[in-house]
């Protein structure tokens, strides 16, 4: 949603309120958007957005403004064996599934306030079922706020559903009701623990995919704001105490790059027990071995020490500073997305 929200609010701003969304629901092969990507439409011809790169788009148009007709919305499916795959340009060998519909004001509103407000939670549509129910939705924040039903039942399913998720999915809640599940996550947070060289790197990366920044180091001559002016957060505290004032939930990783056991001990003693999606930790394997040793004698239990992705980062033979930010970033995005 968020990249059709400037397009729709300036539309709204018009006074251009026939609006009709197109969201993917599910993908197969090499198709090019993945599950959750939107596209606005008008039926004065303007798009925002975009749900497979350019090769079902016009189809999509016509499909989705004629919703804004009937009311109603509708499951496409566009793929290879189809006889119109050549002629709306998905050759590519790619399936694609969208669900079309006109837009709902109320639940927009909910929906761009999760995003806004950087909060979790869902919007919920039923994509095939009871033409009496199709399009109906449900949006929810993890709050505990919710707008629109799906009816009781169906509520209550669907919001145990979109607990086990971490990503938009497509989900059967019966025999005859199938919803898609549109989940929001907040901006995830890394935490760098060592304002080192490899963390001015590593925050840029960070900063330019989207996540919040901080960076924890008790020597001031490492964490500085000099070094650090492009940070969200430094904190200039030892790991105990620092973390105490930082909120560790399912989006936040924590990168130990300091190498050394005075400030990447203490901090693993604090996150171990966390939520968190990833933790990696700076050293060589011989290095490692002497950590989990150290954990261990600390009363750490091999679940909890498993955690620790360690020597950090994915192998990609780096060796400048810039190098080595980069494989712990893309190993902290293949954490991430699962």
Known sequence: MQEVIQDIDQWQIENDNSIAIATVVQTWGSAPRKEGAKMAVTPRGAMSGSVSGGCVEGAVFEEAVATLETKTGKLLHFGVADETAWDVGLACGGIIELFVEPLNQEIYTFHRQLLTEDKAGAVITIIQGPASKLGQKLAISHQGDTVGSLGTELDTLAITAEKELQRPSRVQLTDEVEVFIDTVRPAPTLVMVGGVHIAIALTNYAKLLGFNTVVVDPRRAFGSEARFPHVDKLIQAWPKKAFADIKLTHETAVALLTHDPKIDDP????????????????????????????????????????????????????????????????????????
């Open 267 to 338: 901090a693993l003693e604090a996150i171990l027990d966390s939520d968190l999606f990833y933790i990696g930790a700076l050293g060589s394997k011989k290095t490692h071995v002497k950590r989990v040793a150290r954990l261990q004698e600390k009363g750490f239990n091999t679940t909890q020490i498993e955690k620790i992705h360690g020597p950090i980062g994915l192998s990609i033979n780096a060796r400048t500073p810039e190098e080595i930010a980069l494989s712990v970033m893309a190993e902290i995005i293949k954490v991430y997305r699962g």
